[in-house]
């Protein structure tokens, strides 16, 4: 796999997913990282899971899924970050109407070390980088995929990124940044 996979209509019923998404439960909660996490639903979609795995070409092994749920004004826990530790793979999957799109997840290298990821054990970087998370003058911005209604992004987990804008958009859950994300290896 390339370090940054962009798959349009990726799943085959998306409505069914967003409809899923619409419903779900959800809650304020902190995660094995310390942060508290605004509007998430762990849930288990088994059709990423398939869609995934034909994607992939071999079955994955799924560390976790869930719907996030985010609105305008609403910034992230961190402006820039990693998903290392989530596991090898994250996949961030658009659910919010085409209408109310606004930005998508962009992938960013850090000025002063020139990285772009946190390599397994590279403690060296995650020293260096850990006080800019939240600068973004700290860092060069390399790229942005646009979010759409079932578009999928596969991303290596180690890469620099974050939403894009950092504040969400909408107001309710009809017209918020919905978006299922699942890590795996």
Sequence with gaps: MNQIEVIDDFLPNPHLARSKGMRAKFEDRTLQDGQLYKRI????????VDALNEHMGRPISLLGMGFRLNYD???P?????????WGKYALVLGLS????????TAFWTHNATGADRIRPGDVGTIK???P????????HLDQVV??????ALIYRSELFHSRWPFTAFGSTPEDG?????????
């Design 177 to 185: 940044r919905l978006v299922l994300v699942a890590f795996f290896n």
């Design 132 to 139: 800019d998370w939240n600068k973004p003058d700290a860092w």
């Design 41 to 48: 639903a762990e849930t288990l979609l088994p059709e990423v």
């Design 77 to 85: 826990n961190t402006d820039i970050h990693t998903d290392q530790g």
């Design 128 to 130: 260096a980088v850990q």
């Design 146 to 151: 646009d979010g759409k209604f079932n578009r």
């Design 97 to 104: 109407r085409d209408e109310d799109w606004r930005g998508g």
């Design 73 to 75: 004004g609403e910034p």
